[in-house]
């Protein structure tokens, strides 16, 4: 009987760390839009939220040239157990948002790992999505590495709208929305 429970308590500390590989760290700032909705014939209003990552999700799907990798930064210790185990990952991010009133961003990218889509979510279930658009060659979503392969993904991602001369001469975001960085293990 001891034996079973030493199995059964060895077994349980090992699951934790399990879990807790398929989780990552973010840290940085920036603002994610939200939308009010106004009286019947009123446009809604925008409000920016304030968003700091703490932890990141990453993982793939597809494979060959149809194959994305997708790195989800939150605010609020994510259930990845459950996102992993769910058939539409998109949906089961934004009934999170919703339910448990967590923010996110969620970055999608394509087989040759260019920005494909920006997503978002205020903490209130409603997910918006953004197109990669370029002004003076800066990019609205800037992703980049410093470790990138199956297993591990590290590196920054930079959101912003418009291009505006920088204090150091460079194009800047006249409106920069988000300044991340990212170190998380690759989910199964």
Not at 100 to 113: G, H, I, N, P, T
């Amino acid at each position: 009987m001891t034996h079973r429970i030493a199995v059964a308590l060895l077994l349980s500390f090992a699951a934790g760390p399990l879990a807790a590989q398929e989780l990552g760290t973010a840290a940085g700032k920036g603002t994610i839009e939200k939308l009010i909705p106004g009286a019947a014939g009123v446009e809604p209003k925008r409000e920016q939220v304030n968003f700091s990552p703490r932890f990141a999700y990453a993982y793939a799907e597809g494979s060959g040239p149809s194959r994305s990798t997708w790195i989800v930064l939150t605010e609020r210790q994510p259930p990845a157990k459950a996102w992993a185990a769910a058939r539409d990952r998109a949906q089961a991010r934004a009934s999170w948002c919703g339910t448990e009133k967590a923010s996110f961003v969620a970055l999608k990218l394509d087989s040759q790992w260019a920005v494909d889509l920006y997503f978002h979510c205020p903490g209130d279930g409603a997910v918006s999505t953004e197109m990669l658009s370029t002004w003076n060659g800066l990019p609205s979503v800037d992703v980049t590495f410093q470790i990138r392969d199956e297993h591990h993904l590290k590196g920054t991602l930079r959101t912003g709208q418009g291009s505006c001369p920088g204090a150091d001469g460079k194009q800047a975001y006249c409106t920069p929305t988000g300044d991340f960085t990212f170190d998380v293990p690759m989910s199964r």
